[in-house]
């Protein structure tokens, strides 16, 4: 069976909105596209090339596949783009027949979750979800996420595009694994561990 692991940049207050350029993403009037790059250093690309350094197969729910695919086909050999243009990209996608131009493409087709759950229980190199809010949320609820690999950078946006909205399941989490870079980023590896516990601190 297939492991499904979310691999994210967010801030400290959870936006994921346009972490790479200026110009990634600026729906709803965000204007702070580009705020990961700063705090970019070797400790921090040697995280992200662990996560993409062995075989992967993407998830990615349209929006998300409309900004890469924009980028990374024709991107340079040096900024890493061999990864993530060598891997099947599944798309969740609301329109029936969208445009996928990029290589090896596929539409999943019917209910997102449902044609999720059929991938993972297939054979094949783990499947990595990059950005694609809406789609983590979905997977969230039906309890496909196996992992969650997160970049935590030491920054308040204060608006954007958030990982969880106000509505998402409760769940917890396990912490695997955590480094901090010397720019104050969390590299933190997270897997689901049930329910929510809830008690009092002892007075």
Do not use: C
């Not at 075989?55 to 340079?76: E, H, N, Q, S």
């Not at 027949?97 to 596929?106: E, N, T």
Request: aromatic fraction near 8%; charge should be negative.
């Amino acid at each position: 069976m297939r492991e499904l692991v979310v691999v994210g940049s967010i801030s400290l207050d959870g936006v994921m909105q346009a972490p790479g350029t200026p110009d990634e993403d600026g729906s709803g009037g965000f204007e702070h596209g580009g705020w990961l790059p700063p705090f970019f250093d070797d400790e921090l690309g040697a995280f992200m090339g662990e996560t993409m350094g062995k075989p992967f197969d993407m998830v990615l729910g349209r929006r998300t596949y409309d900004i890469l695919a924009a980028y990374w086909p024709t991107a340079p050999a040096e900024s890493g783009a061999e990864p993530l243009n060598s891997a099947t990209k599944y798309v969740a996608s609301r329109s029936a027949a969208p445009d996928l131009p990029w290589q090896r493409s596929v539409l999943l087709r019917g209910d997102a979750a449902e044609a999720v759950a059929e991938l993972k229980r297939h054979d094949g190199p783990e499947l990595q979800v990059h950005g694609s809010g809406d789609l983590i949320r979905t997977l969230w609820r039906a309890g496909l996420i196996d992992r969650f690999r997160l970049v935590i950078a030491p920054i308040v946006l204060g608006s954007g595009k958030r990982m969880f909205a106000d509505d998402a399941p409760a769940g917890a989490l396990s912490l695997i694994d955590s480094r901090t870079t010397a720019k104050g980023v969390t590299m933190a590896t997270y897997e689901p561990a049930g329910k929510v516990t809830t008690g009092s601190f002892a007075g």
